[in-house]
C-alpha cells in the first residue's frame, strides 16, 4: 500500500519541483481569474477583493482593502526574493564580474528602453501616458516554464542569460517603480525607514545571522515606506539586500564540527524501537544546528521561499489581479486603445528588438561575448520570452491607473495579448533553431 500510494505521489512531487510547475500554476490561476471575473459570481469575485481587513489596534492600525494588502503587503515577500537573487547573482552568480554581467545587463537595458519608447511612439494622452513602465517587465516564472517545455533543445548557456537578464529586469523594474510611481514624500515616515534599513545594515555588519531579526526589523521598514509615500515593496529588496551572505561555520569548521558530532552518535548505545534516549536526539539536533549554520543565510532564505512565492504569492496575485470582465462587444474598442496599442507594440516588437540590439552592440564593442554555442536568432527567439509581462506588468499597472479601471481594462487586454503571443513565437522559434542535445 505505501509503495502504490509513493508511485501515486511521485509524479506530483516531481511536478512541483520542475521549472514549468509555477508557470503553469499560474496560467491556471489567470485563466481561473478570467473565468470567475465572466462568470454569474463576477459581482462576488471583484466584491471580495474590496473587502476591508484592519491589523493592529487604534491608533497604531492599519484598515485596507484585501486587494491593497495582496499589492502592497504579500507582493512585498515576491520583491523579497527578487532581492535576494539580485544580491546572489551579483556576488557569486552570473553578473558577478563587468565583463560577465555586461551582455545580460546590456540586453536588460535595451530591454526596458525600446518597449517604453514603442509605449510612446503610439501617442498616448494624458493619464494614459503614466502607463510607459507597463511593457518594460518580464516575468521570469513564465519565461523560464516556456524555457523548461522546450527541454534539452536550449542551451543551459542560453537559459543562464535569461535569468540574468530577467534579474536586472526586476532590479530595473524596482528603480523605475521606486523614482516614478512614488506618491508626496512624508520625510517623518521616510526618516524612520531610514533608521530601521540602518538597523538592518549594522545587523548585517554585526554578523546577525537570526531570520526573525530581518523579519521584525523589515516588516517596521515595510511600514515605515508604506507611510513615507515610496511603493512599499521597494522594502522588500532593501530587506533582502541587508541579509547576510557569509554562514555562520565555514567549510572546515563545519566537517570538523560535523565528524565530532557524528563521532559522538556512534559511540551512544542503541536502544530498540523507534524513538531515540535523550543523548542521541541531542547530538541529532547538535548536527542540524551545525548544518543550519554552515548554509549562507541569503542562500538558505531564498531557497526556503522560493517555492512560497511560486506557488503562493504569484498564483494569490494573478488571482486578484487578473480578473478582467470581457464584453465581447466592447472588446474591439479595447483592442484599438492607445493604451493596449503601446502595451502590445512595447511587449511584442520593442522586447526582443531591445534586448537583440543592446546585446549586439555589447558584443560589437567588445564589452562582452556571446554565449558559447548561441546564434543571434536564438538571442532574438529570447527576445521574445521576455516580451512575456504577466505578473510585473499588471503590478505597474495598478501603480500607473489606479482608481482608472477603464485603462486598468486596456492595459490588461494588452498584457494578456502580447503575453501570450510573445510566448508562442518564441517558443516555436527556438524549438525551430535548437536543435536537442545528445
Known amino acids: 500500500m505505501k509503495r502504490l500510494l509513493n508511485q501515486f505521489l511521485h509524479p506530483f512531487e516531481e511536478f512541483f519541483k520542475s521549472q514549468v510547475a509555477g508557470g503553469l500554476v499560474l496560467l491556471g490561476v489567470t485563466a481561473l481569474a478570467l473565468l470567475l471575473a465572466n462568470s454569474p459570481w463576477s459581482e462576488a469575485y471583484f466584491h471580495l477583493w474590496e473587502l476591508k481587513l484592519t491589523v493592529g489596534i487604534p491608533p497604531f492600525d492599519l484598515s485596507k482593502s484585501l486587494h491593497y494588502w495582496i499589492n502592497d503587503g504579500l507582493m512585498a515577500v515576491f520583491f523579497f526574493v527578487v532581492g535576494l537573487e539580485i544580491k546572489r547573482e551579483f556576488l557569486a552568480g552570473e553578473l558577478a564580474g563587468a565583463r560577465k554581467a555586461a551582455?545580460?545587463?546590456?540586453?536588460?537595458i535595451g530591454g526596458m528602453l525600446l518597449p517604453a519608447l514603442f509605449f510612446m511612439l503610439v501617442d498616448?494622452?494624458?493619464l494614459q501616458a503614466r502607463g510607459w513602465a507597463i511593457p518594460m517587465a518580464t516575468d521570469i516564472a513564465f519565461a523560464l516554464g516556456v524555457i523548461a517545455l522546450l527541454g534539452n533543445r536550449i542551451p543551459r548557456s542560453l537559459a543562464i542569460f535569461l535569468t540574468a537578464l530577467a534579474i536586472v529586469d526586476d532590479l530595473g523594474a524596482v528603480l523605475v517603480i521606486a523614482l516614478f510611481y512614488t506618491g508626496r514624500l512624508n520625510l517623518s515616515a521616510l526618516a524612520f525607514g531610514a533608521i530601521f534599513l540602518i538597523i538592518l545594515a549594522s545587523g548585517n555588519r554585526l554578523g546577525i545571522k537570526t531570520p526573525n531579526f530581518y523579519a521584525l526589523v523589515g516588516l517596521l521598514l515595510w511600514v515605515a515606506l508604506l507611510k513615507s509615500g515610496i511603493h512599499a515593496t521597494v522594502a522588500g529588496v532593501l530587506i533582502g539586500m541587508a541579509v547576510p551572505v557569509r554562514p555562520r561555520?565555514?567549510?572546515d569548521a563545519f566537517l570538523a564540527e560535523a565528524e565530532r558530532l557524528v563521532a559522538g552518535y556512534r559511540?551512544?548505545?542503541i536502544i530498540p524501537g523507534p524513538f531515540l534516549d535523550e543523548e542521541k536526539l541531542g547530538t541529532l539536533l547538535a548536527l542540524e544546528h551545525t548544518c543550519h549554520d554552515a548554509m549562507s543565510p541569503l542562500q538558505r532564505m531564498e531557497h526556503e521561499m522560493h517555492h512560497w512565492v511560486v506557488f503562493g504569492v504569484m498564483p494569490i496575485f494573478a488571482l486578484a489581479n487578473?480578473?478582467?470582465a470581457i464584453d465581447l462587444s466592447e472588446l474591439a474598442t479595447a483592442a484599438s486603445h492607445p493604451v493596449t496599442i503601446g502595451i502590445t507594440c512595447g511587449l511584442l516588437i520593442g522586447?526582443?528588438?531591445g534586448i537583440t540590439l543592446f546585446a549586439w552592440l555589447a558584443v560589437t564593442l567588445g564589452l562582452a561575448e556571446l554565449p558559447a554555442g548561441t546564434r543571434w536568432s536564438q538571442i532574438f527567439g529570447l527576445g521574445l520570452l521576455g516580451g512575456i509581462g504577466f505578473t510585473m506588468s499588471l503590478f505597474i499597472t495598478n501603480l500607473a491607473y489606479?482608481?482608472?479601471?477603464?485603462l486598468i481594462a486596456a492595459a490588461k487586454v494588452g498584457i494578456f495579448a502580447a503575453s501570450l503571443l510573445a510566448g508562442t513565437l518564441g517558443y516555436l522559434l527556438l524549438r525551430r533553431l535548437c536543435q536537442p542535445s545528445r
Open 103 to 108: 551582455l545580460p545587463v546590456a540586453a536588460a
Open 124 to 126: 498616448p494622452e494624458g
Open 249 to 251: 561555520h565555514g567549510h
Open 267 to 269: 559511540a551512544h548505545a
Open 322 to 324: 487578473a480578473g478582467i
Open 351 to 353: 522586447k526582443p528588438l
Open 402 to 406: 489606479e482608481n482608472v479601471p477603464e
